[in-house]
T-cell receptor, first 113, second 113 residues
Framework: KAGVTQTPRYLIKTRGQQVTLSCSPI?????VSWYQQTPGQGLQFLFE???????NKGNFPGRFSGRQFSNSRSEMNVSTLELGDSALYLC????????????FGQGTRLTVV | GESVGLHLPTLSVQEGDNSIINCAYS??????FIWYKQESGKGPQFIID?????DKRQGQRVTVLLNKTVKHLSLQIAATQPGDSAVYFC????????????FGTGTRLKVLA
């Protein structure tokens, strides 16, 4: 069974640009969550999608958005990139939203210069 | 953003000794908790979970203890091995029934040979 796949693994963007990251969950998983990981803040919840609907959102500005497709694959988009957006972006998939184990991908390392 | 706090950012233990990693969580209504292990260059890996109706749960070489009175969670690793060297995160499900978690900044476990 394939794990959670995130693409690309690494990205370098300049300030002001936008970026789209992709996450393919484990087959059969319908819940996909996104997290931002930085050395100082640890893992911070961005948002969670279930059956193409955003169910929960963390405390991030509107520049951070996402969506989920009918095959459960998800994308997140960051517009007007800032230096502080440099981070490891992780997605996690699970079978459903109720207290179940989440499986993480290896993440996308975004560097904003 | 919100985060679950950890008492010790770095823990060094001798190989073969037991390790205890502590975590203070924030929401008394949280009903599900997970410990994750993250090795360099990888996404977090599920170790063990516990629901709020339990105060102890054991896995293979790992035990999680939950003290709801003081909102404290701990991870005990028995007979620590070099392969246990990693960063460990605790996470709490702050909105029960959803997949919104907050994570700590992590504790780095170093196993000394």
């Amino acid at each position: 069974k394939a794990g959670v796949t995130q693409t690309p693994r690494y990205l370098i963007k300049t300030r002001g640009q936008q970026v789209t990251l992709s996450c393919s969950p484990i087959s059969g998983h319908r819940s996909v969550s996104w997290y931002q990981q930085t050395p100082g803040q640890g893992l911070q919840f961005l948002f969670e999608y279930f059956s193409e609907t955003q169910r929960n959102k963390g405390n991030f500005p509107g520049r951070f958005s996402g969506r989920q497709f009918s095959n459960s694959r998800s994308e997140m988009n960051v517009s007007t990139l800032e230096l502080g957006d440099s981070a490891l972006y992780l997605c996690a998939s699970s079978l459903d939203t109720r207290n179940t184990e989440a499986f993480f991908g290896q993440g996308t390392r975004l560097t904003v210069v | 953003g919100e985060s679950v706090g950890l008492h010790l950012p770095t823990l060094s233990v001798q190989e073969g000794d037991n390790s205890i990693i502590n975590c203070a969580y924030s929401n008394s209504a949280s009903d599900y908790f997970i410990w994750y292990k993250q090795e360099s260059g990888k996404g977090p890996q599920f170790i063990i979970d516990i629901r709020s109706n339990m105060d102890k749960r054991q896995g293979q070489r790992v035990t999680v203890l939950l003290n709801k009175t003081v909102k404290h969670l701990s991870l005990q690793i028995a007979a620590t091995q070099p392969g246990d060297s990693a960063v460990y995160f605790c996470a709490e499900n702050i909105e029960p029934g959803t997949y919104k978690y907050i994570f700590g900044t992590g504790t780095r476990l170093k196993v000394l040979a």
